[in-house]
């Protein structure tokens, strides 16, 4: 399914939309090696466009820029619970390489990319040379927040 090969919520690389494009965020994304990028709108659970380095790579216009205007506002979304072949049929139909994956409530539960299913058909990793992690899975685990989880919390 696609939340098998996902990259988790916890450790999208995001831009808000009201962010200034300049050189400090330039080389934030930068050093992510992402090609891709949600832009949100408050939270990760209002993905509101996509943004891509080669459009900012390409501005003319020397003038001061936000996300919310360079980037591209079709998003597509997909189940977390859909099959991997669903995925591949979506992407090759909306010529589209990233998929905003969400929960049942319709919540971001991650991202998935052309790579990420195609790699599972392969059975394994395509590693480039910008990849800095060979499973973002682990380092979602490491970085994890421990979200919800006060100290007198009971789980039932």
């Known amino acids: ?31 992510t090696g992402h090609s891709r990028f949600p832009v949100i709108e408050n939270d990760l659970d209002h ?8 459009d900012l790579v390409t501005l003319s216009d020397k003038q001061s820029k936000t996300a919310g205007e360079v980037m591209d506002s079709r998003v597509y ?28 409530y319709r919540e971001t539960a991650g991202v998935v990319t052309l790579e990420d299913v195609v790699e599972a058909f392969l059975g394994y990793k395509i590693i480039d040379e910008f990849d800095q992690h060979d499973d973002l899975r682990v380092v979602a685990e490491r970085k994890a927040n421990k979200n919800n989880n006060p100290p007198d919390a009971i789980n039932v």
């Open 1 to 31: 399914t696609v939340s098998e090969v996902m990259t988790p919520r916890s450790v999208i690389n995001y831009v808000n939309k009201n962010d200034v494009i300049g050189p400090l965020m330039l080389n934030e994304l930068h050093i």
């Open 47 to 54: 993905v509101v466009g996509l943004l891509y380095t080669k």
């Open 77 to 104: 979304y997909i189940n977390a619970d859909q099959t991997l072949n669903h995925a591949l049929t979506a992407f090759l139909k909306a010529r589209h390489h990233m998929f905003i994956v969400v929960n049942e």
